[in-house]
């Protein structure tokens, strides 16, 4: 089976590419296989500090690969919704990976990325982005509706009426576009988005694995919880980083005019 998703680790910053470049890494059922495994193992990897996604060659990610959904639509009537809802499980499967990673993710969009690939870009925390990349939430062109995450992601990123224009109209968002929208966060040369995004992952890994996860599970849900919710999960939280060795290395630092 070919490696349609590689891993390459840059001091501790895993770079994750997706690796279909004839298809502009179009995502297919065994792609998605592949990230979600390797998305889980990374997760649980003391080593790993932090994840940049990207993609090979010209693209970054032009979303579902369609011959699947030709695939799909081929199979007796009776049969497509309930394919479709177990191929959606996996889906999110893989964005749910992605998102909810207990560590700071930034995805490198070297090329398109296009509908489901715009989702995964959105997923991540952070997006570093090509000159001459372009995003677009092209779904309402195939008759569908954001599938991995967009219809969620994008309106915290860029505000619900301009995700509702995005995504409805289906158009494409040239780099310099999406960087005054806020679905960008910086922008890079081609030839050097990789190396900024792995920089600027390890700028924002330095502190605390434990803080940074607990205070990563808590902002994602920021927006649909309640203040007292919000606080009930930070005293949780904090209580978890008093009892560990990087608070009290951090404290005695401190103390013994180390950390000043």
Not at 124 to 145: K, N, Y
Not at 150 to 176: C, D, H, Q, W
């Given at each position: 089976?070919?490696?349609?998703?590689?891993?390459?680790?840059?001091?501790?910053?895993?770079v994750v590419t997706l690796n279909r470049p004839e298809v502009r890494n179009a995502i297919d059922d065994e792609m998605r296989t592949q990230l979600i495994a390797l998305l889980e193992g990374l997760a649980n990897?003391?080593?790993?500090?932090?994840?940049?996604?990207?993609?090979?060659?010209?693209?970054?990610?032009?979303?579902?690969?369609?011959?699947?959904?030709?695939?799909?639509?081929?199979?007796?009537?009776?049969?497509?919704?309930?394919?479709?809802?177990?191929?959606?499980?996996?889906?999110?499967?893989?964005?749910?990976?992605?998102?909810?990673?207990?560590?700071?993710?930034?995805?490198?969009?070297?090329?398109?990325?296009?509908?489901?690939?715009?989702?995964?870009?959105?997923?991540?925390?952070?997006?570093?982005?090509?000159?001459?990349?372009?995003?677009?939430?092209?779904?309402?062109?195939?008759?569908?509706?954001?599938?991995?995450?967009?219809?969620?992601?994008?309106?915290?990123?860029?505000?619900?009426?301009?995700?509702?224009?995005?995504?409805?109209?289906?158009?494409?968002?040239?780099?310099?576009?999406?960087?005054?929208?806020?679905?960008?966060?910086?922008?890079?040369?081609?030839?050097?988005?990789?190396?900024?995004?792995?920089?600027?992952?390890?700028?924002?890994?330095?502190?605390?694995?434990?803080?940074?996860?607990?205070?990563?599970?808590?902002?994602?849900?920021?927006?649909?919880?309640?203040?007292?919710?919000?606080?009930?999960?930070?005293?949780?939280?904090?209580?978890?980083?008093?009892?560990?060795?990087?608070?009290?290395?951090?404290?005695?630092?401190?103390?013994?005019?180390?950390?000043?």
């Amino acid at each position: 089976m070919p490696n349609l998703v590689l891993l390459s680790i840059e001091q501790s910053i895993a770079v994750v590419t997706l690796n279909r470049p004839e298809v502009r890494n179009a995502i297919d059922d065994e792609m998605r296989t592949q990230l979600i495994a390797l998305l889980e193992g990374l997760a649980n990897d003391g080593a790993i500090s932090a994840v940049v996604i990207t993609g090979a060659g010209k693209g970054f990610c032009a979303g579902g690969d369609i011959a699947g959904m030709q695939e799909r639509l081929a199979v007796p009537a009776g049969e497509v919704a309930f394919n479709g809802w177990r191929r959606q499980k996996r889906t999110h499967q893989s964005v749910a990976a992605l998102h909810g990673m207990p560590k700071p993710t930034i995805a490198a969009v070297n090329g398109a990325a296009v509908g489901l690939g715009c989702d995964m870009a959105m997923a991540c925390d952070f997006v570093v982005a090509s000159e001459t990349a372009t995003f677009s939430m092209s779904f309402v062109r195939r008759g569908l509706i954001p599938d991995g995450g967009g219809m969620y992601f994008l309106p915290r990123r860029i505000g619900l009426a301009r995700a509702k224009e995005l995504i409805f109209s289906g158009r494409t968002v040239n780099a310099n576009e999406a960087l005054q929208l806020g679905m960008v966060d910086r922008l890079a040369a081609p030839e050097t988005l990789v190396s900024a995004a792995v920089a600027w992952a390890a700028e924002l890994s330095q502190g605390s694995p434990t803080a940074l996860a607990l205070a990563k599970s808590i902002l994602d849900r920021t927006f649909e919880t309640p203040e007292e919710q919000l606080f009930a999960l930070g005293r949780e939280a904090q209580a978890i980083c008093y009892t560990t060795s990087e608070h009290r290395r951090a404290v005695d630092a401190f103390l013994n005019n180390k950390d000043r």
